[in-house]
T-cell receptor, first 112, second 116 residues
Framework: NAGVTQTPKFQVLKTGQSMTLQCAQDMNHNSMYWYRQDPGMGLRLIYYSASEGTTDKGEVPNGYNVSRLNKREFSLRLESAAPSQTSVYFC???????????FGDGTRLSIL | AQKITQTQPGMFVQEKEAVTLDCTYD???????LFWYKQPSSGEMIFLIYQGSYDQQNATEGRYSLNFQKARKSANLVISASQLGDSAMYFCAMREFNSGYSTLTFGKGTMLLVSP
């Protein structure tokens, strides 16, 4: 039972570099999400995809882009990384309604 | 205004005792759900328990129960018979079902430390 798989688990970037975080789920969920977690801030939604072919901004979308490649995969791209984007990034998936979101193990990203 | 408020940055409890983690929420949507997640030091997010706004009874899952007081807009997590493995960060989250496509809003979390 893989659930939600995120790659890579760790990454160090230099300011201005670009990078794509990958996420795949095998639970046939329609909805997928990207969050960032910073100390003392809880989880904040960056982007989400309610279903294949749709994406929408969350609370903190600036500096990020997303692609819902197919039902399984939802990637997050940093076009020009900034130190303020140093964070732990979580991908999640769920069905709508009262179903819980299932999370990947996170990607710890440091930008120097 | 914050939609989810967790007022306890940290809590300490002795093994085998019960502990209550506070969560208050703010919404005008009559249809919503409240979720609790656990994040141990290893970092993964683990779903614990769910309470719907129309559920008549408080949710329970093993040693976890939710003290849901709708009029007070509180959804406190109660952990009975604490174990050392309960030491973790705990997050309360809410989904509002009538607000377009509803996503989860998280609180800032409470760190629970269980001592022997």
């Amino acid at each position: 039972n893989a659930g939600v798989t995120q790659t890579p688990k760790f990454q160090v970037l230099k300011t201005g570099q670009s990078m794509t975080l990958q996420c795949a789920q095998d639970m046939n969920h329609n909805s997928m999400y990207w969050y960032r977690q910073d100390p003392g801030m809880g989880l904040r939604l960056i982007y989400y995809s309610a279903s294949e072919g749709t994406t929408d901004k969350g609370e903190v979308p600036n500096g990020y882009n997303v692609s819902r490649l197919n039902k399984r995969e939802f990637s997050l791209r940093l076009e020009s990384a900034a130190p303020s984007q140093t964070s732990v990034y979580f991908c999640a998936s769920s069905e709508p309604g009262n179903q819980p979101q299932h999370f990947g193990d996170g990607t710890r990203l440091s930008i120097l | 205004a914050q939609k989810i408020t967790q007022t306890q940055p940290g809590m300490f409890v002795q093994e085998k005792e019960a502990v209550t983690l506070d969560c208050t929420y703010d919404t005008s949507d009559p249809s919503y759900g409240l979720f609790w997640y656990k994040q141990p030091s290893s970092g993964e997010m683990i779903f614990l328990i769910y309470q719907g706004s129309y559920d008549q009874q408080n949710a329970t899952e093993g040693r976890y129960s939710l003290n849901f007081q709708k009029a007070r807009k509180s959804a406190n997590l109660v952990i009975s018979a604490s174990q050392l493995g309960d030491s973790a960060m705990y997050f309360c989250a809410m989904r509002e079902f009538n607000s377009g496509y509803s996503t989860l809003t998280f609180g800032k979390g409470t760190m629970l430390l269980v001592s022997p």
